[in-house]
């Protein structure tokens, strides 16, 4: 059995209610459980709604003291990015693999063929826009908005070890503990699983199966358009040939389709 998962609290419910229905819109064979872990900030009233629209929801409560000295820098998210070493404490669920995929997703494709996975650990390749504290790791460096793990991989030894690794500096994200943590057993899925924005063009957009809206600006923080995506986003695209306004507006129609 297969599970997905979810760290969440309010503040991304507009996100997490566009993943989950660009999910069973475009993959109506999904009848799998759907954990979330909240912190203590998802209200009543959103788990009620992510009940609403999908039966099988499962919420996990994060242990908050074990992460009492891990601290990351992106604080704007108003949540822990450690948190989510807490998935290794879900032996007792009894799963095959844990899906792990960020809220700031959209599922444009069937994805079965995901599932077929069947190593210990897997994630798409770490594009190179990404600010990360280990830029000098270039191989098998990934993004870790979606990840596999199988069931060996699911172990409590793991989250101690990770937050020992969390605890030694002030990272930017919880990408590079993980990395430094799993970049020797990693497999690299398709790209397509974890497609970027600023990977993003009109040509290869119908290739993508799961977007990934990565940055700190999210299309539903903001009403105009333009202001979607970040500057860096913007100066990638025009680089590369791109017209990023028409980007822009593709992408963020794409949020409005599944919000």
Not at 13 to 31: E, G, I, K, V
Not at 46 to 55: D, M, T, V, W
Not at 146 to 157: P, Q, V
């Amino acid at each position: 059995m297969t599970a997905f998962f979810t760290a969440l609290n309010d503040d991304f419910m507009p996100a997490m209610r566009a993943l989950l229905n660009s999910l069973l819109t475009n993959n109506p064979w999904f009848d799998l459980d759907y954990l979330i872990l909240s912190d203590g900030n998802l209200s009543d009233e959103s788990i009620s709604e992510l009940s609403k629209i999908y039966s099988r929801i499962k919420i996990i409560h994060v242990k908050k003291e074990d992460y009492n000295q891990c601290k990351d820098i992106q604080e704007e998210y108003n949540y822990n990015l450690y948190y989510r070493f807490d998935v290794f404490e879900l032996a007792h669920l009894n799963y095959d693999k844990i899906v792990m995929i960020d809220s700031d997703m959209l599922v444009l494709q069937d994805i079965k063929d995901l599932l077929l996975f069947s190593g210990d650990f897997a994630a798409c390749r770490k594009y190179p826009d990404m600010l990360l504290d280990l830029n000098y790791l270039e191989k098998n460096f990934f993004n870790c908005g979606l990840m596999i793990l199988s069931r060996k991989i699911i172990d409590k030894k793991h989250k101690d070890n990770l937050i020992n690794l969390a605890k030694k500096r002030r990272w930017y994200n919880d990408q590079s503990p993980f990395n430094l943590y799993f970049r020797d057993i990693v497999t690299l899925l398709p790209q397509k699983y974890n497609t970027v924005t600023s990977q993003v063009t009109k040509d290869t957009i119908k290739d993508i199966a799961i977007l990934h809206f990565h940055g700190n600006s999210k299309p539903w923080m903001y009403s105009e358009s333009k202001k979607c995506f970040s500057s860096f986003v913007f100066s990638l695209l025009s680089k590369a040939g791109e017209d990023p306004n028409e980007i822009t507006f593709t992408l963020k129609n794409l949020y409005e389709k599944y919000k």
